[in-house]
């Protein structure tokens, strides 16, 4: 049942955010106004329910209705580097944004859960756009109607050769793999299988990867392989002036032919790491408890991973586990559908993502 998947996932979500609350913490330098808090604590969880009106949730904003024509080439990748990419509209829906300041959680629900795209206007055809980017470089808005037809077929690419704006690679010891910084996907391979599409990556913390959108990437992804149905899913980071490095990414999604009775929510994930103060203007950065990054010279913990002469081949990745194998390995096959991927390419660059081989087929 999706509903008892999406409560599950919620209680896992609600596990960890209260395991990580007892991280000693910091404000972070953002460059943002102070936002004015929505109301009260109640108002920030995840709501227990995908349903879309809370009850007590008095302020709900009139939608706005970005008109967004589904592609006369349904199906069909726009902007994704192989031809031009439509410029992005204007941004309607982020102006006036009210996000409450960071408390310790990933993300934060925004608007009621309720998407501010029209959901009458959404027919149940896939498409997937990623719009240009603005003047400074930075991503724009990458939105998609996702059915099984665009679904990643398994197969990925490396996506470490695109530096998106702010890149650092500054390692912390107690960032979970070192990392401070990932590439992060606004719309993430799982679903709609786009790399190292540079309208599609932004820089963005470990802990936003993870903590912040994991959970609504599988939630969505896992909805529409089960139940065949589409979700419209829009991701728009958000900017303050000219800052590098995105406040953090909005999440809207809706699943078409039910009318968002499964998936429905409006969901803003902190770029933010938790124990770091990020320069959000540069993307400079530094450990709250004094602690120095790692000597950018010094050996990475995945160097011993990396091969002198680097090879390309073909190898079949647990994205969960971050392990990768020989496609004849058998431990292939204990790996769960939606964990699994194949990958082409660069065996050092999937090193530098943070994949380590396995040690029983050694690839
Ligand atoms: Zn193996």
């Keep these: 049942m999706i509903r ?47 349903q879309p009106q809370g009850p007590e949730e008095p302020e709900i904003t009139e939608p706005q209705s970005p008109v967004i024509a589904i592609p006369e080439s349904a ?19 982020i102006e006036g944004l009210e996000i409450p300041e960071y408390s310790g959680q990933a993300y934060v629900a925004i608007n009621g859960n309720v998407p501010f795209f029209d959901t009458e206007a959404i027919a149940p055809v896939s498409y997937e756009i990623y719009y240009q980017l603005d003047d400074l470089g930075r991503c ?16 990925r690419g490396s996506i470490s050769e695109i530096k998106p704006t702010g890149w650092h690679t500054e390692r912390y010891s107690f960032v979970d793999g070192e990392a401070l910084y990932n590439r992060c996907h606004l719309i993430a391979h799982y679903l709609t299988g786009e790399d190292a599409n540079p309208r599609n990556l932004v820089t963005g913390t470990r802990y936003m990867n993870t903590a912040g959108m994991n ?11 089960e139940t065949g149905n589409h979700v ?16 953090g990414l909005l999440v809207e999604a809706w699943s078409v032919e039910d009318g968002g009775e499964d998936i429905c929510f409006c969901i803003y994930a902190y770029n933010v790491q938790p124990g770091i103060v990020i320069d959000y203007l540069t993307g400079d950065n530094y450990a709250t408890d004094g602690e120095k990054p790692k000597d950018q010279n010094s050996e990475p913990s995945y160097a011993k991973y990396l091969l002198e002469e680097d090879v390309t081949g073909t190898y079949v990745l647990n ?32 090193v530098e993502e943070g994949y380590v081989p396995c040690g029983g087929c050694n690839p």
């Design 4 to 50: 008892n998947r999406i409560l599950s996932i919620i209680s896992a979500v609600v596990l960890i955010l209260a395991l990580t609350a007892g991280i000693a913490f910091r404000a972070f330098s953002s460059r943002d106004p102070e936002p004015e808090m929505l109301d009260g604590p109640g108002s920030v969880v995840m709501p227990e329910d995908s």
């Design 75 to 93: 199906g069909a990748a726009e902007g994704n580097g192989s031809g031009p990419a439509p410029q992005a509209p204007e941004l309607t829906w």
């Design 140 to 155: 724009t808005l990458a939105d998609a109607v996702v059915g099984q037809d665009i679904m990643a077929s398994g197969k």
């Design 215 to 225: 959970a609504l990437e599988n939630m969505v992804g896992d909805y529409i392989k």
């Design 232 to 247: 419209r899913y829009r991701v728009t980071p958000v900017w303050t002036g000219d800052n590098l490095i995105c406040d």
């Design 319 to 350: 994205t969960k586990k971050k392990k990768f194998h020989r496609p004849d390995c058998q431990g292939v096959n204990d790996i769960a559908p939606e964990n699994r991927e194949e990958y082409t390419g660069s065996r050092n660059g999937l």
